[in-house]
């Protein structure tokens, strides 16, 4: 059974940084795509960035220039590194990822159990 295990949360004051790391565990043939969603409180869980086998990205509007998305599949691991931190990006950050697996079918949607992120002075 593939999971993603998420860390690098923590409290930071606007304008600092950090850096999320998500791994995949299990028996994995390949990642197709792993990405990052969070959620605020009182908010709906909204895409934060993603990036798929070859390589592209994708982005929020609101964290372009910020946020930078990034992989390791020799190690499956997915990385955010959050920089110029705002009070909005406050909130549960939850990794995602489609996998195949080295027997079965391929997981579609996986979910981590999520990081809380808090912006704060």
């Known amino acids: 059974q593939i999971q993603l295990v998420e860390s690098g949360g923590g409290l930071v004051q606007p304008g600092g940084s950090l850096r999320l790391s998500c791994v995949a565990s299990g028996s994995i043939f390949s990642i197709d795509a792993m990405g990052w969603y969070r959620q605020a409180p009182g908010k709906k869980r909204e895409l934060v960035a993603t990036i798929a086998k070859g390589g592209s990205t994708k982005y929020a509007d609101s964290v372009k220039g910020r946020f930078t998305i990034s992989i390791d599949n020799a190690k499956s691991t997915v990385y955010l590194q959050m920089n110029s931190l705002k009070f909005d990006d406050r909130g549960v950050y939850y990794c995602?990822?489609?996998?195949?697996?080295?027997?079965?079918?391929?997981?579609?949607?996986?979910w981590g159990q999520g990081t809380q992120v808090t912006v704060s002075s």
């Open positions: 995602n990822a489609d996998i195949v697996p080295i027997h079965g079918r391929p997981e579609y949607d996986l």
